[in-house]
């Protein structure tokens, strides 16, 4: 893997054969811009959305997961002005309309607005916040966006990580890959989703035809895992529900509640460990279950008995998903502020302060620390599994990659939440028609859906999908939008600049 982001000159060589709509689209972005700004763009940057195969909501939480690049992105034209102003559009102008800052203007973003440059902003400030330094340059941009936003694919993390390339080149700084992925997962939290680093991580480093396994903790690192070889081969359907869930203006009761729950989990499981008080938890900010998990077995006379990985995971997180039963399996039905400050032994105040509430304000009367402790656990199981049978190919590969993914579906149903009737629904209907696994991907609440498909039944699961859902509750959308919303995908290339 490149240490920075690479340069491509040919489409072919982030699309694969799939190029012809995609030149017609990248010249017509670039008399777009000529046309706005009046010359041509100096480059322009790329960065893919993506498809989480499995581990959902673990990344705060520390723990590894499966996503890969896919082939919708943004682009982000540009070129430096020799002014101090940077103007930014983009080829959807009705939806979001052109915008102009000076350089200052850029570090103020106003999170409490759904406001597409804030978006650009966080891009901008991720780069020159990395390096301590204001910016020094104007410059014009013109976006282009292919992924749906609100689907989980990712829009956001494609958007900023492309701004990122952009800026750093107008600037004339270098990030490794790595930099520019944390910037970014920093950046977005500018924008009021205490978000994981998932997305960024493999919108900069996917790479052509493997999965890649991210770990987070104790560092960033990425691992290209290929799915096992098969006869007919493995695809993956995407199936967009078209429900949209905004995660920004949902946070307080979605994604941010649940980033919280996992967090207040990790301080009541350390203390119910006995290791609350040891350096690395005591100082840890946030504490996460993975921090949590390692501290509990850096602990003397806890035993981690097998060397091997894999192995090693497996029984470390088996004993937590024992130990969380013990911590919280008094409270299914969830813990009040004041039952959580009581066990941490804080002011409820001080709890508040603890999960940075002020910036990332939650609504509930209860959390559900059990069940949300349980999904973590068990997902990041089922991640380290999923791995090993890519790695290993063992008979009916197929068949267990699906059952680890199911699995995380109900998962993510029962105990994290974060699905909807229509993500079970699309779910049902895929796997009845030949689906080996299926499962919602991102965020949830709505968004999209992934399907492990053997090649020679996508047709079958897309036409079952069709027939079933889209013509029952979209039966006005059309063949395009269709073919927007389901369609076949494979691992593609991460974020890189081209040059014609
Ligand atoms: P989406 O909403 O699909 O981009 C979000 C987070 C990820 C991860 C997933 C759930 C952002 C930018 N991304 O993905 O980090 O936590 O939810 O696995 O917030």
């Given at each position: 893997m490149s240490l920075f982001a690479p340069t491509v000159h040919g489409l072919s060589d982030i699309y694969g054969a799939d190029v012809d709509a995609q030149a017609v689209r990248y010249a017509r972005l670039a008399a777009t811009f000529k046309a706005t700004f009046g010359s041509q763009p100096e480059f322009i940057a790329r960065a893919p959305g993506r498809v989480n195969i499995i581990g959902e909501h673990i990344d705060y939480c520390g723990f590894p997961v499966f996503p890969m690049a896919i082939a919708p992105d943004t682009l982000v034209a540009a070129r430096a002005n020799r002014?101090?102003?940077?103007?930014?559009?983009?080829?959807?102008?009705?939806?979001?309309p052109p915008r102009e800052f000076s350089v200052a203007d850029m570090f103020e973003i106003d999170s409490t607005k759904h406001e597409w440059s804030n978006y650009f902003k966080c891009g901008y400030r991720g780069v020159l916040d990395h390096v301590s330094r204001q910016g020094s340059k104007g410059f014009d941009a013109l976006l282009d966006g292919t992924v749906p936003a609100g689907g989980g694919l990712s829009s956001s993390a494609a958007f900023v990580c492309a701004t990122q390339l952009a800026v750093q080149r107008i600037e004339g700084l270098s990030l490794t890959q790595a930099e520019l992925a944390s910037a970014a997962a920093q950046a977005e939290r500018h924008v009021g989703v205490n978000a994981g680093g998932m997305d960024q991580a493999v919108s900069i480093m996917g790479q052509q035809d493997s999965a890649l396994f991210i770990e987070f903790h104790p560092t960033l690192k990425a691992t290209p895992v290929r799915l096992p070889e098969a006869d007919p081969p493995f695809a993956f359907v995407i199936a967009n529900t078209l429900v949209v869930s905004n995660k920004h203006t949902t946070a307080p009761t979605n994604y941010n509640l649940r980033v919280v729950e996992t967090r207040i989990g990790a301080l009541m499981l350390a203390k119910h460990l006995g290791i609350a008080e040891r350096v690395?938890?005591?100082?840890?900010?946030?504490?996460?279950?993975?921090?949590?998990?390692?501290?509990?077995?850096?602990?003397?006379?806890?035993?981690?008995?097998?060397?091997?990985?894999?192995?090693?995971?497996?029984?470390?997180?088996?004993?937590?998903?024992?130990?969380?039963?013990?911590?919280?399996?008094?409270?299914?039905?969830?813990?009040?502020?004041?039952?959580?400050?009581?066990?941490?032994?804080?002011?409820?105040?001080?709890?508040?302060?603890?999960?940075?509430?002020?910036?990332?304000?939650?609504?509930?009367?209860?959390?559900?620390?059990?069940?949300?402790?349980?999904?973590?656990?068990?997902?990041?199981?089922?991640?380290?599994?999923?791995?090993?049978?890519?790695?290993?190919?063992?008979?009916?590969?197929?068949?267990?990659?699906?059952?680890?993914?199911?699995?995380?579906?109900?998962?993510?149903?029962?105990?994290?939440?974060?699905?909807?009737?229509?993500?079970?629904?699309?779910?049902?209907?895929?796997?009845?028609?030949g689906s080996f696994g299926s499962r919602l991907t991102g965020a949830g609440w709505g968004g999209c859906s992934v399907h492990l498909v053997p090649a020679n039944k996508v047709d079958d699961v897309k036409k079952a999908l069709a027939d079933q859902y889209y013509a029952t509750y979209f039966s006005d959308l059309s063949t395009e939008q269709l073919s927007e919303a389901l369609f076949a995908t494979k691992p593609g290339r991460g974020a890189c600049y081209y040059f014609a």
């Amino acid at each position: 893997m490149s240490l920075f982001a690479p340069t491509v000159h040919g489409l072919s060589d982030i699309y694969g054969a799939d190029v012809d709509a995609q030149a017609v689209r990248y010249a017509r972005l670039a008399a777009t811009f000529k046309a706005t700004f009046g010359s041509q763009p100096e480059f322009i940057a790329r960065a893919p959305g993506r498809v989480n195969i499995i581990g959902e909501h673990i990344d705060y939480c520390g723990f590894p997961v499966f996503p890969m690049a896919i082939a919708p992105d943004t682009l982000v034209a540009a070129r430096a002005n020799r002014s101090d102003l940077i103007r930014v559009s983009n080829m959807d102008s009705a939806k979001y309309p052109p915008r102009e800052f000076s350089v200052a203007d850029m570090f103020e973003i106003d999170s409490t607005k759904h406001e597409w440059s804030n978006y650009f902003k966080c891009g901008y400030r991720g780069v020159l916040d990395h390096v301590s330094r204001q910016g020094s340059k104007g410059f014009d941009a013109l976006l282009d966006g292919t992924v749906p936003a609100g689907g989980g694919l990712s829009s956001s993390a494609a958007f900023v990580c492309a701004t990122q390339l952009a800026v750093q080149r107008i600037e004339g700084l270098s990030l490794t890959q790595a930099e520019l992925a944390s910037a970014a997962a920093q950046a977005e939290r500018h924008v009021g989703v205490n978000a994981g680093g998932m997305d960024q991580a493999v919108s900069i480093m996917g790479q052509q035809d493997s999965a890649l396994f991210i770990e987070f903790h104790p560092t960033l690192k990425a691992t290209p895992v290929r799915l096992p070889e098969a006869d007919p081969p493995f695809a993956f359907v995407i199936a967009n529900t078209l429900v949209v869930s905004n995660k920004h203006t949902t946070a307080p009761t979605n994604y941010n509640l649940r980033v919280v729950e996992t967090r207040i989990g990790a301080l009541m499981l350390a203390k119910h460990l006995g290791i609350a008080e040891r350096v690395a938890c005591a100082n840890a900010d946030p504490l996460t279950f993975k921090v949590v998990m390692d501290e509990y077995f850096a602990k003397p006379n806890v035993g981690d008995s097998n060397d091997d990985e894999v192995q090693g995971w497996i029984e470390r997180l088996e004993i937590m998903l024992r130990e969380t039963e013990k911590a919280f399996g008094t409270h299914p039905q969830g813990y009040t502020r004041d039952e959580m400050a009581a066990v941490l032994s804080v002011a409820t105040a001080e709890l508040s302060a603890k999960i940075h509430e002020n910036q990332f304000p939650v609504r509930a009367d209860r959390f559900k620390l059990l069940q949300r402790a349980q999904h973590a656990f068990s997902e990041a199981l089922r991640v380290v599994k999923f791995r090993w049978i890519c790695e290993q190919a063992p008979e009916e590969a197929g068949l267990k990659l699906g059952d680890l993914m199911n699995q995380s579906q109900d998962s993510c149903r029962d105990l994290f939440e974060c699905s909807c009737p229509e993500l079970d629904e699309v779910c049902k209907i895929a796997r009845k028609a030949g689906s080996f696994g299926s499962r919602l991907t991102g965020a949830g609440w709505g968004g999209c859906s992934v399907h492990l498909v053997p090649a020679n039944k996508v047709d079958d699961v897309k036409k079952a999908l069709a027939d079933q859902y889209y013509a029952t509750y979209f039966s006005d959308l059309s063949t395009e939008q269709l073919s927007e919303a389901l369609f076949a995908t494979k691992p593609g290339r991460g974020a890189c600049y081209y040059f014609a």
